[in-house]
């Protein structure tokens, strides 16, 4: 999509932006180095919130691409999955802001975790498509 004379058009100009959620406190349990910190929802969303959307100076969670109630671990298991919502139904940008978030979270996490990211069921017009472009560029990019 090109625009008159501008270069690319914007699928999506004018975005809904979204409130940031504050910043987590600090436990002291937290702050102890002897007993075990379990990875959890939370320090997921911190990881990932703060991503740049490749189309507006705006984060992922001033989007509402990604939000914490989108986020399962489960430490004991070492599993973490995302779920994001694109902006729009037909988003050509989901393939890389999926890329976005699970290399951000493999470069992140220890190597035992096992990272699903996948979309919102029904928030895009060609999800499955998007989940398998995600997981073979993954592989791609890693490889490098």
Known sequence: MVGPGLGPALEN??????????????????????????????????????????????????????????VKVNDAESTVAVEFTPTIPHCSMATLIGLSIKVKLIRSLPERFKVDVHITPGTHISEHAVLSSTVGMTAYYLKK
Request: charged share 40%; no cysteine; hydrophobic share 35%.
């Open 13 to 70: 100009a004018n975005p809904l932006v979204f409130r940031r959620s504050g910043e987590r406190p600090v436990t002291a349990r937290e702050e102890d180095d002897d007993l075990p910190d379990a990875i959890d929802d939370r320090e997921i969303f911190d990881l990932i919130r703060s991503i740049n959307d490749p189309e507006h100076p705006l984060t992922l969670e001033e989007l509402n691409v990604v939000e914490q109630v989108r």
